[in-house]
T-cell receptor, first 109, second 114 residues
């Protein structure tokens, strides 16, 4: 079973702070995705990483895939209230896709 | 507008009463799947389909059925719902395999089984 553990489970910060959330597994994935989900809606894809050590940037969000392709991190610089949401990581190998339980981020104005 | 639609959005039912949650996508995607989302457990895949008439079990298929008679539709069937199937359900579609292609999610169906 490929389990994905996300930490922290909850995070509440002030606007302007930086933060990092983590996604860890003992299994190797061929790709890893990060999604953001807002209340009452389905998850929306933010990024896909496929190469060990890969770093992708999306405005203030920086995503990194671990060298061994077992873990990933999401770093947000100067968080804004609009970043509030549930951040989910999902790892894929062959046709098998597994989601973590998510990190619920609240950014206070 | 490209989208995945699910109906109904909310449903309260009783144990044993058969129900169907519909899912439709207008993007001509090959791959569709169903997930359930429970607190602390994240999204767990119930079934997926890689094309018409091709369906496979995900992590938690017990108590569910699916069909893929047309490319655009992928209904989820609960023949005899039980309270442990109370959950938030999402349908998703993608052009190819979910892990590499963008997966588009529907708005969710909140099901309560009494």
């Amino acid at each position: 079973t490929q389990l994905l553990e996300q930490s922290p489970q909850f995070l509440s910060i002030q606007e302007g702070e930086n933060l990092t959330v983590y996604c860890n597994s003992s299994s190797v994935f061929s790709s890893l995705q990060w999604y953001r989900q807002e209340p009452g809606e389905g998850p929306v894809l933010l990024v896909t990483v496929v190469t060990g050590g890969e770093v992708k940037k999306l405005k203030r969000l920086t995503f990194q895939f671990g060298d061994a392709r077992k873990d990933s991190s999401l770093h947000i610089t100067a968080a804004q209230p609009g970043d509030t949401g549930l951040y989910l990581c999902a790892g894929s190998h062959n046709n098998d896709m597994r989601f973590g339980a998510g990190t619920r981020l609240t950014v206070k104005p | 507008e490209a989208q995945v639609t699910q109906n109904p959005r909310y449903l309260i039912t009783v144990t044993g009463k058969k129900l169907t949650v519909t899912c439709s996508q207008n993007m001509n995607h090959e791959y569709m799947s169903w997930y359930r989302q429970d607190p602390g457990l994240g999204l767990r895949q119930i079934y997926y389909s890689m094309n018409v008439e091709v369906t496979d079990k995900g992590d938690v298929p017990e108590g569910y059925k699916v069909s893929r008679k047309e490319k655009r539709n992928f209904p989820l069937i609960l023949e005899s719902p039980s309270p442990n199937q109370t959950s938030l359900y999402f349908c998703a579609s993608s052009p190819g395999l979910a892990g590499t292609d963008t997966q588009y999610f529907g708005p969710g169906t909140r099901l309560t089984v009494l």
